[in-house]
C-alpha cells in the first residue's frame, strides 16, 4: 500500500459525459501529480500541483481540469469524454514539489468510455 | 521532446534465466528512474541513477546508467516468477519533468 488513495478504481460511462476522479495523497506530502496510462501512448504526464498552485502541466487536454483542495486531496475533472479517454488515470504523491524526491503512486481509476 | 525508447517490449523468459531490458534516448537526462508496475496497481520506484556511468545494485538486479546520461539498463539474475512486471523507465529533463518510457512487459515462467 503506497498510501495514496484514489477513488473510484472503475469507472464506465458515456461518451460526452463527465466525470471526476478522486485522489488522496500520502501523509504530509504536498505535490500530487497525474498521469493517463494507456496502451498505445504508456503513462502520460497531465499535470502536478503543490500545496495548491498548479506546479507543471503536461500534455493535458483543454477537456481535463484539475484543482488541490486546502487539505491536499485533488480532483481531476474529464469533460466531453470521448472514447478515446478510456485509460488508467494514476495519482501520484511527494512531499516536495520536484522529482528530486521519489514519489508514490496510487492504484489508479480505470476509466472506460462507450 | 525528450523520448524514452524501451527494449525489448515483451519478454517471457523460465524461471532461473538471466535478462537485460534497455532504455534509451538521444536526449541527456539529468537523473533516470526505474519503476515496477504489477497488474492492477500503480508503479513502484525500484531506482534513480543520477552519476554517468553509475551502477546500482538491488539484490538479484542491476542498473547502470551510461556514460552520457542518455539510456541505462536494468539486468535480472536468476528470474524469479515474482519478477513478472511492467518495467518502466523514466527521465528527468531539463525542463524538470519526469518522461517516462512505454515498458517492457517481462513474464518468468515457471
Known amino acids: 500500500d503506497s498510501g495514496v488513495t484514489q477513488t473510484p478504481k472503475h469507472l464506465i460511462t458515456a461518451t460526452g459525459q463527465r466525470v471526476t476522479l478522486r485522489c488522496s495523497p500520502r501523509?504530509?506530502?504536498?505535490?500530487v501529480y497525474w498521469y493517463q496510462q494507456s496502451l498505445d501512448q504508456g503513462l502520460q504526464f497531465l499535470i502536478q500541483?503543490?500545496?495548491?498552485?498548479?506546479?507543471a502541466k503536461g500534455n493535458i487536454l483543454e477537456r481535463f481540469s484539475a484543482q488541490q483542495f486546502p487539505d491536499l486531496h485533488s480532483e481531476l475533472n474529464l469533460s466531453s469524454l470521448e472514447l478515446g479517454d478510456s485509460a488508467l488515470y494514476f495519482c501520484?504523491?511527494?512531499?516536495?514539489?520536484?522529482?528530486?524526491?521519489?514519489?508514490?503512486f496510487g492504484q489508479g481509476t480505470r476509466l472506460t468510455v462507450v | 521532446t525528450q523520448l524514452l525508447e524501451q527494449s525489448p517490449q515483451f519478454l517471457s523468459i523460465q524461471e532461473g534465466e538471466n535478462l537485460t531490458v534497455y532504455c534509451n534516448s538521444s536526449?541527456?537526462?539529468?537523473?533516470l528512474q526505474w519503476y515496477r508496475q504489477e497488474p492492477g496497481e500503480g508503479p513502484v520506484l525500484l531506482v534513480t541513477?543520477?552519476?554517468?556511468?553509475e551502477v546500482k545494485k538491488l539484490k538479484r538486479l542491476t542498473f547502470q546508467f551510461g556514460d552520457a546520461r542518455k539510456d541505462s539498463s536494468l539486468h535480472i539474475t536468476a528470474a524469479q516468477t515474482g519478477d513478472t512486471g511492467l518495467y518502466l523507465c523514466?527521465?528527468?529533463?531539463?525542463?524538470?519533468?519526469?518522461?517516462f518510457g512505454k515498458g517492457t512487459l517481462l513474464t518468468v515462467n515457471p
Open positions: 501520484a504523491s511527494s512531499v516536495e514539489g520536484t522529482w528530486n524526491t521519489e514519489a508514490f
Open positions: 501523509s504530509g506530502d504536498l505535490s
Open positions: 500541483y503543490y500545496n495548491g498552485e498548479e506546479r
Open positions: 536526449s541527456v537526462f539529468s537523473s
Open positions: 541513477v543520477v552519476t554517468g556511468g
Open positions: 523514466a527521465g528527468l529533463g531539463s525542463n524538470y519533468k519526469l518522461t
